[in-house]
């Protein structure tokens, strides 16, 4: 099992910077991806960003391509998200996921994700 905690959200100025955190505990040794998800109210889950376990590759939907940036800290167990010119639409609830996977592996696809943090609230201002 992997206890995943996100941290870092909060209320924020549109154009504005934000980091996430997603901080994982329990069985940590093995390889995974960590990727984001958001939902925003009365729509459903989207894929954000992901990054491999060895944080080789990453990929971003996008929406947020070159304003969010996905890393890594393998010793800190810790995975965030840098929001940088923070728009309104990027108001939603923010979640990480965990895949165990090969080290370079990497996906998208919300299902294929084996567990899941509860998740922090981001909203934008303008």
């Known amino acids: 099992q992997v206890q995943l905690v996100e941290s870092g959200g909060g209320l924020v100025q549109a154009g504005g910077s934000l980091r996430l955190s997603c901080a994982a505990s329990?069985?940590?040794?093995?390889?995974?991806?960590m990727g984001w998800f958001r939902q925003a109210p009365g729509k459903e889950r989207e894929f954000v960003a992901v990054i491999s376990y060895r944080g080789g590759r990453t990929y971003y939907a996008d929406s947020v391509k070159g304003r969010i940036t996905i890393s890594r800290d393998n010793a800190k167990n810790t995975v965030y998200l840098q929001m940088n010119s923070i728009k309104p639409e990027d108001t939603a609830v923010y979640y990480c996921?965990?895949?165990?996977?090969?080290?370079?592996?990497?996906?998208?696809?919300?299902?294929?994700?084996?567990?899941w943090g509860q998740g922090t609230q981001v909203t934008v201002s303008s």
């Open positions: 996921a965990a895949r165990y996977s090969a080290a370079s592996y990497i996906t998208a696809t919300a299902t294929e994700y084996d567990y």
């Open positions: 329990g069985r940590t040794g093995s390889s995974y991806a």
